[in-house]
């Protein structure tokens, strides 16, 4: 099950699909989870694919082209009905296979990749859906244990020091140039791990939003294990 922690009142659980795709965020909640033990080896189809690239995309006639074990046609069959599900509701999902993301050094001392934890932006109304089946699994921080990295003194004086436009164009800078996404844990914040099978829904920043957006990020990756990772 999923370790709901006592700082993880952003957290609301529900029991199927349906309710997660139609419970709305509401008050402090911006992170919503269906827990499910899942059968079937994820491993094995993680495992048969071939990385020319730290990332590849697995779309459903190579999952479908695997040969696989039992257990592995078990995996198979959640994965498709995961993906089937979402498109219906209008998703767009992607099975991922991850070895590794590309690391940020534009900036050393503000790197923007997806290790960073950092909130989703969309300029339609979205949420962000996402399940780890196999590897190390994504984490989130709640709002109140993080600080928009834009606000520290130490790294705002940093980002102007990069800067040459008008003052009154500084934040327009941190904006486009994703800074504003980004946040640093507190020293006492506790970040919970999303855990393996479960399908969670995140809150995005949006127009039409009324909670705050879930600040995640992607884990480090365990050596020689890749992650399967579905994510719209």
Same mark, same amino acid.
């Not at 459903?60 to 979402?86: M, N, P, V, W």
């Not at 006492?188 to 995005?204: E, N, S, T």
């Given at each position: 099950? +999923?370790?709901? @922690? =006592?700082?993880?009142?952003?957290?609301?659980? +529900? @029991? &199927?699909?349906?309710?997660? +795709?139609?419970?709305?965020?509401?008050?402090?909640? &911006?992170?919503?989870?269906?827990?499910?033990?899942?059968?079937?080896?994820?491993?094995?189809? /993680? &495992?048969?694919?071939?990385?020319?690239?730290?990332?590849?995309? #697995?779309?459903?006639?190579?999952?479908?082209?695997?040969?696989?074990?039992?257990?592995?046609?078990?995996?198979?069959?959640?994965?498709?009905?995961?993906?089937? /599900?979402?498109?219906?509701?209008?998703?767009?999902?992607?099975?991922?296979?991850? *070895?590794?993301?590309?690391?940020?050094?534009?900036? =050393?001392?503000?790197?923007?990749?997806?290790?960073?934890?950092? +909130?989703?932006?969309?300029?339609?109304?979205?949420?962000?859906?996402?399940? @780890?089946?196999?590897?190390?699994?994504?984490?989130?921080?709640?709002?109140?244990?993080?600080?928009? *990295?834009?606000?520290? %003194?130490?790294?705002?004086?940093? #980002?102007?020091?990069?800067?040459?436009? /008008?003052?009154?164009?500084?934040?327009?800078?941190?904006?486009?140039? $994703? $800074?504003?996404?980004?946040?640093?844990?507190?020293?006492?914040?506790? %970040?919970?791990?999303?855990?393996?099978?479960?399908?969670?829904?995140?809150?995005?920043?949006? %127009?039409?939003?009324?909670?705050?957006?879930?600040?995640?990020?992607?884990?480090?990756? *365990?050596?020689?294990? &890749?992650?399967?990772?579905?994510?719209?």
């Amino acid at each position: 099950m +999923v370790n709901l @922690t =006592p700082t993880s009142n952003q957290i609301h659980c +529900v @029991t &199927n699909f349906q309710d997660l +795709v139609s419970t709305p965020f509401h008050g402090a909640i &911006n992170a919503m989870c269906w827990p499910r033990q899942l059968s079937g080896d994820f491993a094995e189809i /993680a &495992n048969q694919i071939e990385l020319n690239e730290n990332i590849a995309v #697995l779309d459903e006639e190579e999952l479908l082209a695997l040969t696989l074990s039992e257990q592995g046609q078990l995996a198979r069959e959640i994965l498709l009905h995961d993906l089937k /599900a979402l498109k219906a509701h209008g998703a767009s999902p992607t099975l991922n296979i991850i *070895k590794y993301y590309d690391r940020d050094d534009s900036y =050393p001392f503000f790197p923007t990749d997806v290790y960073s934890f950092h +909130v989703d932006r969309s300029p339609v109304a979205t949420d962000t859906f996402l399940c @780890t089946y196999h590897g190390a699994c994504s984490e989130i921080v709640p709002n109140a244990q993080a600080l928009q *990295k834009i606000w520290v %003194p130490e790294i705002r004086d940093e #980002l102007k020091k990069i800067y040459d436009g /008008a003052a009154e164009e500084f934040d327009l800078f941190l904006s486009e140039n $994703f $800074f504003d996404l980004h946040y640093l844990p507190l020293p006492h914040a506790q %970040p919970i791990r999303l855990g393996l099978g479960h399908l969670w829904k995140l809150a995005v920043d949006h %127009p039409e939003s009324h909670v705050l957006p879930c600040v995640h990020r992607a884990p480090k990756e *365990k050596e020689e294990e &890749n992650r399967l990772l579905l994510i719209c």
